[in-house]
């Protein structure tokens, strides 16, 4: 399959990551989290929670409402860092390398971690302004190259032909369906390795979800993917690898198949089958 991320000069992108001693991991796991907790004002939202997230896949992180998934989520790029009150503890690596270690670049870090939020948050300028503001943040200067990101990753999301006519009007005139791809050509453009979304398709139309959920499934062949669902028909219909959260507990790890057909768990049990939640 064509690549269908914009292949730039890497080099202005530094990431500061202090090496830490390692943990025990799948092969090549994009991510892995092992004892993390988190706590607001001492009251534990995320407790002892531990699994890995395979290469080039989709994870759905499912569970109740409360269980502490949008959370998880935000631990995973250090989103809580200005939260007052929040704590957190154990580690996140990626590379082998504790994203919470001391010094840790956390700007660069966020370039490695794309966020779609479960609503799109655009930036208050144009079209082309909203998918080239991070490459021209981390160093690229010239116009023309500028300009190619900026198509290549329209492409991408499927977008550019409905804009490209109108890449210098307001990115804010667009449908909420077209702010979504938007915001994943934005978050493209800087050649991130994960991907995290925050019920990305929550409020978006049915059509609209189904075109994120299918540039999703083909994303997946180059990079790695975390969605927190609370549909767990759309958890059904695209992930490769699924997180069961319950009361801010990791209760079960695993494939998408062994999940929803023969989960261990009596809770996963319970929760799949409409029983709770």
Known sequence: ME??????????????????APVSCI???????????????????????????????????????????????????????????????????????????????????????????????????SVFGNVAYGPKLYGVKRGELLRAIVERNLKAVGLWEEVHDRLHSPAGILSVGQQQRLCLARALAVQPAIILGDEATSALDPLATRTIEELLLRLKQQLSIVLVTHTLRQARRIADHVVFMYMGEMVESGSAQQVFSNPVHDLTREFVGGSIG
Do not use: W
């Open 3 to 20: 690549n269908i991320l914009f292949e730039m000069n890497t080099s202005v992108f530094v990431d500061n990551y202090k090496a830490t």
């Open 27 to 125: 092969e090549n796991a994009a991510l892995c989290i092992r004892g993390l907790n988190v706590a607001i004002q001492g009251k534990p939202i995320l407790k002892d929670v531990s699994f890995d997230v395979p290469p080039k896949s989709i994870t759905c992180i499912i569970g109740p409402s409360g269980c502490g998934k949008t959370t998880l989520l935000r631990s995973l790029n250090r989103m809580h860092d200005y939260t007052a009150g929040m704590k957190v503890t154990g580690q996140v690596t990626i590379d082998g390398n504790d994203i919470y270690a001391p010094g840790v670049d956390v700007a660069a870090l966020r370039r490695r971690m794309g966020l779609l939020a479960q609503r799109p948050t655009v930036l208050p300028m």
